[in-house]
């Protein structure tokens, strides 16, 4: 994989922000960290639905992210790294969000993944729906 930064808890928003360029350039799409741009990230992960998570791993690392950082700034996630026992139950990633009022967390990357591989029954905006209720 060939990433623009590390895959880190303090690269994730950096890495986000890569993703609304890239949206920008490559899709005419504008992309702003709402809860709505999600379905707009959807449409995108689904034209790689069929190249596959393999061939767009980059790609997908990067959305995974963005949708990430929607939910840090919308929904009160943070980043932070995974333990050993996460990375097992997460897919290896290094990191996930988690919101510390209820516990919850979420491995946004592995979601972006799981939308590439398995098409639109893996939407990104549901998953956020799910993941900002309270």
């Given amino acids: 994989m060939s990433l623009p930064v590390p895959l880190t808890v303090e690269t994730a928003a950096a890495l986000a922000d890569s993703v609304v360029d890239a949206a920008r350039q490559l899709n005419g799409v504008e992309l702003d960290f709402s809860e709505a741009s999600l379905a707009q990230v959807d449409a995108i ?27 840090v700034r919308n929904a009160g996630y943070r980043w932070r790294d995974t333990t050993a026992e996460e990375r ?31 098409g639109p029954g893996e939407g990104v905006a549901f998953f956020y729906t799910v993941m900002a209720q309270s």
């Fill in 45 to 71: 992960l689904d034209e790689f639905h069929e190249i596959g998570s393999r061939a767009t791993a980059s790609a997908t690392v990067a959305f995974g992210a963005y949708i990430g950082e929607v939910l």
């Fill in 88 to 118: 097992d139950l997460y897919g290896g990633w290094p990191m996930v969000v988690a919101r510390d009022a209820d516990q919850k967390v979420a491995n946004p990357i592995g979601k972006a993944f799981k939308r590439v591989d398995n």
